[in-house]
Protein backbone atom coordinates (compact mmCIF):
# COMPACT_ATOMS: atom_id res chain seq x y z
CA UNK A 1 0.00 0.00 0.00
CA UNK A 2 1.21 3.85 -0.51
CA UNK A 3 0.91 6.28 2.68
CA UNK A 4 0.58 10.18 1.52
CA UNK A 5 2.05 12.67 3.73
CA UNK A 6 1.43 16.51 2.29
CA UNK A 7 3.06 19.33 3.65
CA UNK A 8 3.61 23.25 2.56
CA UNK A 9 0.35 24.82 2.74
CA UNK A 10 0.18 27.95 5.00
CA UNK A 11 -0.84 32.07 5.41
CA UNK A 12 0.07 33.96 2.12
CA UNK A 13 -1.12 37.32 0.35
CA UNK A 14 -2.78 37.38 -2.81
CA UNK A 15 -0.12 37.36 -5.36
CA UNK A 16 2.41 35.63 -3.63
CA UNK A 17 3.49 31.91 -4.15
CA UNK A 18 3.52 28.61 -2.52
CA UNK A 19 5.15 25.21 -3.07
CA UNK A 20 3.01 21.96 -1.87
CA UNK A 21 5.24 18.77 -1.28
CA UNK A 22 3.69 14.88 -1.03
CA UNK A 23 5.97 12.37 0.20
CA UNK A 24 5.13 9.31 -0.43
CA UNK A 25 5.76 5.84 1.40
CA UNK A 26 6.62 2.13 -0.58
CA UNK A 27 8.98 1.07 -3.25
CA UNK A 28 6.36 1.67 -6.01
CA UNK A 29 5.42 5.46 -6.31
CA UNK A 30 6.68 5.15 -10.21
CA UNK A 31 3.62 2.91 -10.79
CA UNK A 32 0.86 5.33 -9.74
CA UNK A 33 -0.52 8.64 -11.46
CA UNK A 34 -0.99 11.14 -9.01
CA UNK A 35 -3.20 14.37 -8.72
CA UNK A 36 -3.57 17.31 -6.49
CA UNK A 37 -6.88 17.98 -5.39
CA UNK A 38 -8.48 20.72 -3.30
CA UNK A 39 -11.90 21.09 -0.88
CA UNK A 40 -13.72 24.21 0.44
CA UNK A 41 -15.86 23.76 3.22
CA UNK A 42 -19.59 22.64 1.61
CA UNK A 43 -18.07 21.81 -1.64
CA UNK A 44 -17.13 18.53 -3.68
CA UNK A 45 -13.57 17.71 -3.55
CA UNK A 46 -12.64 19.31 -6.84
CA UNK A 47 -9.35 18.27 -9.79
CA UNK A 48 -6.70 20.78 -9.66
CA UNK A 49 -3.74 19.02 -11.39
CA UNK A 50 -2.37 15.74 -12.15
CA UNK A 51 0.54 13.69 -13.92
CA UNK A 52 1.42 10.72 -15.25
CA UNK A 53 3.39 7.71 -14.26
CA UNK A 54 6.11 8.86 -15.57
CA UNK A 55 5.78 12.80 -15.62
CA UNK A 56 5.99 13.54 -19.27
CA UNK A 57 2.49 14.69 -19.28
CA UNK A 58 0.26 16.99 -17.41
CA UNK A 59 -3.55 18.23 -16.92
CA UNK A 60 -4.79 21.41 -15.21
CA UNK A 61 -8.35 22.38 -14.10
CA UNK A 62 -8.96 25.78 -15.77
CA UNK A 63 -8.71 27.60 -12.73
CA UNK A 64 -5.53 27.24 -12.11
CA UNK A 65 -3.45 26.60 -15.31
CA UNK A 66 -1.12 28.94 -16.47
CA UNK A 67 -0.80 29.73 -12.62
CA UNK A 68 0.05 26.04 -11.13
CA UNK A 69 2.76 23.55 -12.16
CA UNK A 70 2.50 20.09 -10.73
CA UNK A 71 5.98 17.93 -10.92
CA UNK A 72 7.21 14.71 -9.66
CA UNK A 73 10.75 12.82 -8.84
CA UNK A 74 10.23 9.15 -8.79
CA UNK A 75 13.52 8.93 -6.98
CA UNK A 76 12.83 10.93 -4.18
CA UNK A 77 9.19 9.73 -4.33
CA UNK A 78 7.69 12.86 -3.77
CA UNK A 79 4.94 15.18 -6.28
CA UNK A 80 5.10 18.71 -5.84
CA UNK A 81 2.73 21.79 -6.71
CA UNK A 82 4.20 25.05 -7.70
CA UNK A 83 1.51 27.42 -6.88
CA UNK A 84 1.82 31.37 -8.44
CA UNK A 85 -0.44 34.47 -8.35
CA UNK A 86 -2.26 33.20 -6.28
CA UNK A 87 -6.03 34.23 -5.12
CA UNK A 88 -8.20 34.42 -2.37
CA UNK A 89 -10.18 31.77 -4.73
CA UNK A 90 -7.70 29.35 -3.89
CA UNK A 91 -7.97 29.22 -0.06
CA UNK A 92 -8.78 25.25 0.62
CA UNK A 93 -7.55 22.30 1.68
CA UNK A 94 -4.95 20.66 -0.81
CA UNK A 95 -4.85 16.98 -0.69
CA UNK A 96 -2.47 14.49 -2.59
CA UNK A 97 -3.54 11.72 -4.69
CA UNK A 98 -2.68 8.11 -5.94
CA UNK A 99 -4.89 6.79 -8.95
CA UNK A 100 -5.39 3.26 -9.60
CA UNK A 101 -3.04 1.06 -10.78
CA UNK A 102 -3.15 0.56 -14.62
CA UNK A 103 -5.02 4.01 -14.78
CA UNK A 104 -2.95 6.65 -16.65
CA UNK A 105 -4.67 10.24 -15.31
CA UNK A 106 -6.29 10.46 -12.05
CA UNK A 107 -9.03 13.64 -12.80
CA UNK A 108 -11.78 12.14 -10.61
CA UNK A 109 -12.03 10.91 -7.45
CA UNK A 110 -13.49 7.70 -8.30
CA UNK A 111 -9.92 6.88 -9.95
CA UNK A 112 -8.39 7.39 -6.52
CA UNK A 113 -6.95 4.50 -4.44
CA UNK A 114 -5.03 6.08 -2.04
CA UNK A 115 -5.55 9.98 -0.11
CA UNK A 116 -3.32 12.27 1.72
CA UNK A 117 -4.23 13.62 4.83
CA UNK A 118 -4.44 17.27 3.74
CA UNK A 119 -2.70 20.66 4.09
CA UNK A 120 -4.47 24.07 4.68
CA UNK A 121 -3.73 27.12 2.15
CA UNK A 122 -4.98 30.07 2.58
CA UNK A 123 -4.92 33.81 0.85
CA UNK A 124 -5.21 37.18 2.18
CA UNK A 125 -6.76 39.82 0.30
Known amino acids: QVQLVESGGGLVQAGGSLRLSCAAS????????MSWFRQVPGKEREFVAG????????YYADSVKGRFTISRDNVKNTVYLQMNSLKPEDTAVYYC??????????????????WGQGTQVTVSS
Open 97 to 114: AAGRWGTVIVTSGASVEY
Open 26 to 33: GRTFSNYP
Open 51 to 58: IVRSGSST
